[in-house]
C-alpha cells in the first residue's frame, strides 16, 4: 500500500506561479529523499527538483534554478514543489517519486511513481 499523489497542477500564465503537493500514503515519507521529475510531450522524463530526508540537500536542474524551491513537511508526509516565474518550457506532467541519492548536482534511482499532475503554462 506504497502510493505517491501529485496535486496542485493547473493552467498558469507565463510569469505566474503554481505550489505542488506530492503527498504519500501507505508509509513515511520521513525516511525518504524525494524528487520531482517532469515529461513534456515528445521529450525524455527529467529530474527537475530533489531533497533528502532530513531537507539538508536540495538538487535543481538548471533550467529551473532561481525559479523553483522544493521543501518538505514530513509529518504531514508531503513534499512541496514552488514554482515561479513560470515559462512556457515548464509545461509538462510532474510527477514525484522517492529516490535513491539526493546531491547538489545529482538526483537518481526514482522508485514509487504518483501518477502526475499537469502543469500548463500558456496565455
Known amino acids: 500500500q506504497v502510493q505517491l499523489v501529485e496535486s496542485g497542477g493547473g493552467l498558469v500564465q507565463p510569469g505566474g506561479s503554481l505550489k505542488l503537493s506530492c503527498e504519500a500514503s501507505?508509509?513515511?515519507?520521513?525516511?525518504?529523499?524525494v524528487g520531482w521529475f517532469r515529461q513534456a510531450p515528445g521529450k525524455e522524463r527529467e529530474g527537475v527538483s530533489c531533497?533528502?530526508?532530513?531537507?539538508?540537500?536540495?538538487f535543481f536542474a538548471e533550467s529551473v534554478k532561481g525559479r523553483f524551491t522544493i521543501s518538505r513537511d514530513n509529518a504531514k508526509n508531503t513534499v512541496y514543489l514552488q514554482m515561479s516565474n513560470l515559462e512556457p518550457e515548464d509545461t509538462a506532467v510532474y510527477y514525484c517519486?522517492?529516490?535513491?541519492?539526493?546531491?547538489?548536482?545529482?538526483?537518481?534511482?526514482?522508485?514509487?511513481w504518483g501518477k502526475g499532475t499537469l502543469v500548463t503554462v500558456s496565455s
Open positions: 501507505g508509509f513515511s515519507l520521513n525516511a525518504f529523499q
Open positions: 517519486a522517492t529516490v535513491l541519492l539526493v546531491t547538489t548536482t545529482q538526483c537518481v534511482g526514482p522508485k514509487s
Open positions: 531533497i533528502s530526508a532530513s531537507g539538508s540537500r536540495t
